[in-house]
């Protein structure tokens, strides 16, 4: 069995860079890694993505939404981490059930057992070992995931960008939330420092998590 990491925060945390930074840690320690993110992560859940995150459909209701995110998942979850997890990778995911949590359920008020159910139903099993929760300030994440958008030429994945700071302030509590229920299994690390000091708290936790592992299976 492999391990299986996942990475959440707000828009702007930082998060992204952080996964990428930690995917190399480990490959250069000699780890077999699959970096992955949600949605997506697949070319059926990449073609999901593109709906949910598509500025022009404002209109998309709160249980479409939800529905997408599983149906993203279910596929992602069966054609990529459950098989990288049974041949022993370490499964690196930006984003998982927790910003089902943190965003459909915190951020949208829809409730947390039709959330709960959707979300086991697409992982069949499948639960994430550690989450690294980069906590951020949501105006100061905002403005950066903004200001990313502006600089790239890709499409423009914004739909969440676009809402009101209350909801991603409603997001950040969730997150914070989930974390105070669950302490062993997250992490949470202080997005403000910058990109050396974030991943000099992140790096040496997870090796310790992975050498633990080593030892149990002996
Ligand atoms: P990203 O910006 O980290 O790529 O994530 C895409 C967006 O999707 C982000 O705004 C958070 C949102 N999201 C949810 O609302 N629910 C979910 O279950 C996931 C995985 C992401």
Do not use: W
Not at 52 to 67: I, Q, S, V
Not at 84 to 106: E, H, K, P
Not at 156 to 177: P, S, T
């Amino acid at each position: 069995m492999g391990y299986f990491i996942t990475f959440e925060g707000i828009e702007g945390c930082g998060k992204t860079t952080q996964i990428r930074l930690l995917a190399e840690r480990l490959k250069a320690a000699g780890r077999h890694v699959t970096l992955t993110r949600e949605p997506g992560g697949c070319a059926i859940a990449d073609q999901i993505r593109s709906i949910l995150l598509d500025a022009g459909n404002r209109a998309m209701l709160p249980h479409a939404e939800l529905l997408l995110y599983a149906a993203a998942r279910a596929q992602h979850v069966g054609e990529v981490v459950k098989p990288a997890l049974d041949g022993g990778n370490v499964v690196l995911c930006d984003r998982f059930t927790d910003a089902t949590i943190a965003y459909q359920s915190s951020g949208r008020g829809i409730d947390r057992g039709t959330v709960d159910t959707l979300n086991s139903l697409a992982c069949g099993g499948v639960r994430p070992d550690l989450t690294v929760l980069i906590d951020c300030d949501p105006a100061q994440g905002l403005e950066r995931a903004r200001r990313r958008i502006e600089a790239s030429s890709g499409p423009r994945e914004e739909r969440f960008e676009l809402e009101a700071l209350a909801f991603h302030q409603r997001v950040r509590d969730g997150y914070l939330a989930l974390a105070a229920g669950e302490p062993h299994r997250f992490l949470i690390v202080d997005g403000s420092g910058s990109v050396e000091r974030i991943a000099a708290a992140i790096t040496p936790q997870v090796s310790s998590r992975l050498e633990e592992l080593h030892h149990a299976v002996r």
